[in-house]
């Protein structure tokens, strides 16, 4: 088993910068698939970056590239999501996940992932 505690959400300015961290405990992997997904009320899940196979690869949705960042600190078990120049449509929950057999194929698919964090807000206003 792998818990997930997110942290770093909160209110910020449009425009404004926000880093979330995803801390990993338990039965981790050394070479773990991580990313964060975000949702709005009543619709499903969407893939915003993942730091894949211990941060070997990063990958981000096209809505999200050139503004936001993941890093991971190993030593930490632990990753990051730097959002910068937020607007209105980052607004969501934001929730981590972390696997350890995914395939390039699938990194951006909620299904396969394994383990879950409790969501964390972040709102963005103008």
């Known amino acids: 088993q792998v818990q997930l505690e997110e942290s770093g959400g909160g209110l910020v300015q449009t425009g404004g910068s926000l880093r979330l961290s995803c801390a990993a405990s338990g039965s981790t992997s050394s070479r773990p698939t991580v990313a964060w997904f975000r949702q709005d009320p009543g619709k499903e899940r969407v893939f915003v970056a993942a730091?894949?196979?211990?941060?070997?690869?990063?990958y981000f949705s096209d809505s999200v590239k050139g503004r936001f960042s993941i890093s991971r600190d190993s030593a930490k078990n632990t990753v990051y999501l730097q959002m910068n120049s937020l607007n209105s449509e980052d607004t969501a929950v934001y929730f981590c996940?972390?696997?350890?057999?995914?395939?390039?194929?699938?990194?951006?698919?909620?299904?396969?992932?394994?383990?879950w964090g409790q969501g964390t807000q972040v709102t963005v206003s103008s």
């Open positions: 996940a972390y696997g350890t057999r995914l395939i390039l194929s699938t990194v951006r698919v909620a299904d396969a992932y394994d383990y």
């Open positions: 730091s894949h196979r211990g941060g070997s690869s990063t």
